[in-house]
């Protein structure tokens, strides 16, 4: 029996093709995908498609963008960085510091069969994405003596294969009480037609809401208030897939600390005038990060006087939020805008069979997690090396790909050892 509510809402939405096979599918099917259905926003889902599709027009706004002040690593003397850490360690000792890992994308550039963290790039005894930034946790707090709570978003996809993993590696000797795992928001995906795709006959192709969608899930996992229950005071939020990714490092934190801004971020000098790279600046007076697409030409190659690039700061997910900022973004609703990607999604077609397409065929939503620095007026950036603190996983050859980052890693250790 389908839930009368459940057809009045379909048909209210032009989605009751959601239903066409309800009679061939056998009893989980149907729950499934009832429950599916129950738990989409339609109203939302539709707004989202009709901005995406154009039928509704943004309001088009003309925006002010200056450069934004940042700090370069290479620059501050020895006595400042050791000053920064000092301030940034007694933050850390007095349990005032979370390390967050957004793991909750698909990895669809990667095709790894299972969630991101746990693929192992081949590294001497194969440490998983995971592991490797465990150990730095295991490290710092060792160092530090504070165990830092770890909080870790997940999708309803890999939450459960997430979690598995963790513990068949006995969660690699993190203490189990500090490591919280959170499941962020999913959204359906949208035919080109306005029709929410099935990908099988008793499943809705949902995706996760993107980075941006961690405040939200902070708020509703209960994992913002376990934060301030456990008086932290900085949280470093990061992707899963830079394998030299600092999660718990002491200068930012005190270079946060004394910045007297409520929000900070590592930033990395763009390789040429048009690398597909977002980069701080402000918009309106506000921080905020342009994406590549949407930079034009001149602001992407404008200098200054000695040639280097005024929006030159690469954004790589290396941010660090006070928790009043965390609030004040949950406070709010935690909900940034969506921004839209035309994706190839396999689909249900007029015959019933499963297709899968050559060319996108619908829209994906996603928030971007930078969205949230415009909430701010200030943010303190700290420019450094891309050779000690990036190395992406995101392709699965060539550019970004496992091979450059092993690659990286291994050569950054032999920098390391050679200073030690
Ligand atoms: P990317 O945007 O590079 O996406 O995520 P991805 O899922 O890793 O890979 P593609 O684009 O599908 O190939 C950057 C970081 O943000 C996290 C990812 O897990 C990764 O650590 N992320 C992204 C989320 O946690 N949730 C999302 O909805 C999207």
């Given at each position: 029996m389908i839930p009368e509510k459940i057809e009045n809402l379909l048909k209210k939405y032009g989605q009751e093709h959601l239903l066409r096979y309800f009679g061939e599918i056998d009893e989980e099917g149907r729950a499934g995908l009832l429950s599916q259905i129950a738990g989409i926003d339609f109203e939302r889902v539709s707004g989202l498609f009709l901005t995406a599709s154009g039928a509704v027009q943004q309001e088009s706004k003309e925006?002010?963008?200056?450069?934004?002040?940042?700090?370069?690593?290479?620059n501050l003397s020895k006595e400042a960085i050791e000053a920064y850490e000092k301030t940034g360690g007694e933050i850390i000792s007095r349990g005032g510091f979370a390390a967050l890992t957004m793991a909750g994308g698909q990895g669809t550039r990667l095709g790894h069969n299972g969630p991101k963290g746990t693929y192992d790039i081949g590294l001497p005894g194969h440490p998983s994405l995971f592991e490797i930034q465990c150990g730095r946790l295991l490290e710092a707090s060792k160092k530090y003596g504070k165990t830092i709570p770890w909080y870790i978003m997940t999708s309803r996809e890999n939450?459960?294969?997430?979690?598995?993993?963790?513990k068949a590696h006995g969660f690699f000797g993190y203490p189990e009480e500090d490591i919280k795992f959170f499941v962020q928001n999913m959204l359906p995906m949208v035919a080109f037609d306005g029709k929410i795709v099935l990908d099988r006959k008793d499943h809705i192709k949902e995706g996760a809401d993107g980075h941006g969608g961690v405040f939200a899930a902070l708020k509703s996992s209960g994992c913002y208030d376990d934060m301030l229950k456990r008086g932290v005071?900085?949280?470093f939020i990061g992707g899963i897939d830079n394998v030299l990714l600092k999660l718990c490092d002491p200068l930012l934190i005190g270079f946060a600390e004394k910045s007297g801004a409520k929000i900070a971020a590592k930033s990395l000098v763009k390789r040429d005038a048009h690398e597909g790279v977002g980069v701080?600046?402000?918009?309106?007076?506000k921080p905020y990060v342009i994406e590549y697409t949407e930079i034009s030409d001149e602001m992407a190659d404008a200098r200054r006087g000695d040639g280097s690039f005024l929006y030159g700061d690469a954004h790589v997910l290396c941010n660090l939020f006070s928790i009043e900022s965390i609030g004040g973004v949950v406070e709010s609703g935690g909900g940034l805008p969506y921004h839209v990607a035309r994706k190839k999604t396999q689909y249900i077609d007029a015959n019933g069979n499963i297709a899968t397409p050559e060319k996108p065929n619908a829209y994906k939503f996603e928030a971007f997690i930078f969205d949230a620095f415009e909430y701010f007026s200030d943010i303190a950036i700290l420019r450094v090396d891309r050779e000690s603190e990036f190395a992406p996983v995101k392709n699965?050859?060539?550019e970004d790909s496992p091979e450059s980052a092993r690659r990286m890693y291994e050569e950054n250790l032999r920098r390391e050892n050679e200073q030690r």
């Open positions: 925006h002010k963008y200056e450069p934004v002040p940042f700090t370069d690593k290479k939450d459960a294969d997430t979690k598995a993993f963790f005071k900085w949280v701080f600046c402000k918009r309106d007076g699965k050859e060539g």
